[in-house]
Nanobody
Framework: QVQLVESGGGLVQAGGSLRLSCQAS????????MGWYRQAPGKQRELVAT???????NYADSVKGRFTISRDNVKNTVYLQMNNLKPEDTAVYYC??????????WGQGTQVAVSS
């Protein structure tokens, strides 16, 4: 099993920046990829960014050029640097770990609120 703990959310004005962190513990050597998803009120959870063990990244079109995902394999932590935040980025952000056999673990979520 893997445990994921997110931190770094908060309230920021439009145009500002935040950095989210997600530390993994447990069977971290089995993780294939880690990523960030978000869910706004009344909407489905959507992909924000993912990164494989090999360093390949994938971003939602809405965040390309503004958000950057990175990993520190020594600390077993994945980060999401969010710049030029917009009110539509307001959501609960969830960390995700993809494991073998289609097993997925989720963090508890961290709230990001962007005021206009």
């Amino acid at each position: 099993q893997v445990q994921l703990v997110e931190s770094g959310g908060g309230l920021v004005q439009a145009g500002g920046s935040l950095r989210l962190s997600c530390q993994a513990s447990g069977s971290v050597s089995s993780i294939n990829a880690m990523g960030w998803y978000r869910q706004a009120p009344g909407k489905q959870r959507e992909l924000v960014a993912t990164m494989t063990n090999g360093g390949s990244t994938n971003y939602a079109d809405s965040v390309k050029g503004r958000f950057t995902i990175s990993r520190d394999n020594v600390k077993n932590t994945v980060y999401l640097q969010m710049n030029n935040l917009k009110p539509e980025d307001t959501a609960v952000y969830y960390c995700n770990a993809d494991m073998p056999f289609r097993t997925v673990y989720w963090g508890q979520g961290t709230q990001v609120a962007v005021s206009s």
